[in-house]
């Protein structure tokens, strides 16, 4: 069975960081991207951060470029997102996802067919 388990969300004050993790089980050596969805209440899922497994390139929303990176522990098969320099707009619940295709960018959620079930992160102004 496959399986993406977030962790490391909460609540933080503006400027604040936090250090998401997501952790796969199951068949994830078919994965050829991995990454970030965020969803604000009331608002549509966005692409925040992709990984590609093979070639490590990264891609990331304009909105988090240069605050937030994404990184892969191979050898423990988690990915993760580092989030500085965080603002109120970045409240949101954060979801891993990974699938067999490759990257296409940040890619669109019907891109992925596997989900996490989220951590909500919240920054306080």
């Known amino acids: 069975e496959v399986q993406l388990v977030e962790s490391g969300g909460g609540s933080v004050q503006a400027g604040g960081s936090l250090r998401l993790s997501c952790a796969a089980s199951g068949y994830s050596y078919i994965w050829r991207c991995m990454g970030w969805f965020r969803q604000p209440l009331g608002k549509e899922r966005e692409g925040v951060a992709m990984?590609?497994?093979?070639?490590?390139?990264?891609y990331y929303a304009d909105s988090v470029l240069g605050r937030f990176s994404i990184s892969r522990d191979n050898a423990k098969n988690t990915l993760y997102l580092q989030m500085n320099s965080l603002n109120p707009e970045d409240t949101a619940m954060y979801y891993c996802?990974?699938?067999?295709?490759?990257?296409?960018?940040?890619?669109?959620?019907?891109?992925?067919?596997?989900w996490g079930r989220g951590t909500q992160v919240t920054v306080s102004s």
């Open positions: 996802v990974a699938d067999s295709a490759p990257c296409a960018g940040l890619g669109r959620p019907s891109d992925f067919r596997y």
């Open positions: 990984f590609s497994i093979i070639g490590s390139s990264t």
